[in-house]
């Protein structure tokens, strides 16, 4: 049972895959990417995830306690910071294609002039 | 190809992809178990050099260099969103407040409440990055907050003074300035936390005012000439 935590991030890939495939809109499929994307800050901290303890930061507990792993979270903001970045310029794309082509579903964009 | 074939290739890549991540996961240390052998490494070293917030110190003194890249791919990734949503041949960008919009029908509360909260967050945002070192925040969040920040103006109906607040230039050269002192002391002098982090809090404030800016644009001001 100890493992049924890190099956969390599987799924949670798996959904938002699943609405990449099925999107009809791309904003819909950019959300579903970061939905995707939100698996890998779940893995990190499952994986750093220690019972019975703190945040990593000292400034109001003794050096000696016990403290989940810093280095996943720290890897974690690093993930936080380009998944959104990588949104931004996603959605920045999707704003061009519905100017450009006069729709934003995937499946009316198979070629690549209208 | 058709919905239904997506589909179906779906299904048999997420059941493989199930299969495997099962398989990967079943050989993990126990969940919450008490083996973190690089957690306790770093944690000694942050304290040793004086950086309660453990994360503070691996992502600006530990691992500084690293960071260094994240911080570009911030920038590039900024830099490219702008360059997508700039304005092309056939449109036309009107200036704000060129039909002398004043600012718009919004309740009186709201008014309010985005003026009030304007300052309240700008010092919350300045002290996320100050205090970054010793409690949880640092210069990523803080930048966001900042950078979000100055865009209750707006959410107050405000649009004319939104663009008056915040000269694109200034932003832009902040900006530059930024990423180049982050550069810069992340080569030489990494593990100053405290300027580091006020570095990166100035580019990622910078970075979401640019983008949010090419966005309300899009949104507000660019028009097809016809």
Redesign the interface.
Do not use: C, M, W
């Given at each position: 049972m100890?493992?049924?935590?890190?099956?969390i991030p599987?799924w949670i890939?798996?959904v938002g895959?699943?609405g990449i495939?099925?999107s009809r809109n791309l904003v819909h499929a950019v959300v579903c990417l970061s939905v995707a994307q939100s698996a890998t800050y779940v893995l990190l901290l499952?994986?750093?995830?220690?019972?019975h303890a703190t945040?990593?930061?000292?400034?109001d507990i003794k050096?000696t306690g016990?403290?989940?792993?810093?280095?996943?979270?720290?890897l974690t903001?690093?993930d936080?910071?380009?998944g959104?970045?990588?949104t931004?310029?996603l959605?920045?794309?999707t704003?061009?294609v519905a100017?450009r082509r006069g729709t934003v579903d995937p499946?009316r964009l198979r070629s690549l002039e209208p | 190809m058709s919905?239904r074939g997506?589909?179906i290739v779906?299904l048999l890549g997420?059941a493989g992809?199930?299969v495997l991540?099962?398989l990967g996961?079943?050989h993990?240390p126990?969940?919450?178990?008490?083996w973190?052998p690089?957690?306790e490494r770093?944690?000694s070293n942050?304290?040793a050099r004086h950086t309660?917030?453990?994360?503070s110190?691996?992502?600006f003194d530990q691992?500084a260099f690293?960071?260094l890249g994240?911080e570009l791919?911030?920038m590039a990734?900024?830099l490219?969103?702008v360059v997508?949503?700039r304005g092309v041949r056939a449109e036309q960008e009107e200036t704000a407040g060129a039909h002398e919009y004043g600012p718009a029908e919004v309740f009186d509360a709201l008014r309010i409440t985005g003026y009030l909260l304007l300052p309240i967050t700008l010092v919350a945002g300045v002290y996320i990055v100050a205090h970054g070192s010793?409690?949880?925040g640092?210069g990523?969040q803080g930048g966001?907050v900042l950078g979000s920040a100055i865009h209750l103006v707006y959410l107050a109906g405000d649009y004319p003074a939104l663009a008056r607040i915040r000269p694109i230039p200034v932003f832009e050269s902040g900006e530059a300035v930024a990423a180049g002192a982050f550069v810069l002391l992340a080569l030489a002098a990494a593990g100053q936390v405290t300027a580091m982090n006020a570095a990166v809090g100035a580019e990622?404030g910078c970075?979401v005012v640019l983008?949010l800016a090419?966005?309300f644009e899009?949104a507000l001001l660019v028009r097809?000439s016809s």
């Open positions: 100890s493992h049924l935590a890190y099956l599987g890939l798996l895959v699943y495939v099925t499952v994986i750093g995830y220690r019972r945040a990593p930061v000292f400034s050096p016990d403290v989940v792993d810093p280095i996943v979270q720290a903001l690093t936080i910071v380009v959104a970045t990588v931004a310029l959605l920045a794309l704003v061009q100017k499946d | 919905p997506r589909l779906f997420g992809f199930a991540f099962v996961t079943v993990l126990d969940f919450g178990g008490t973190h690089y957690g770093t944690v942050a304290v309660p917030n453990v994360i110190s691996i992502n691992r690293d960071t994240e791919i911030l990734s900024a490219a969103a997508v949503l010793l409690s949880p640092g990523f966001i990622v970075a983008v090419k966005f899009q097809t």
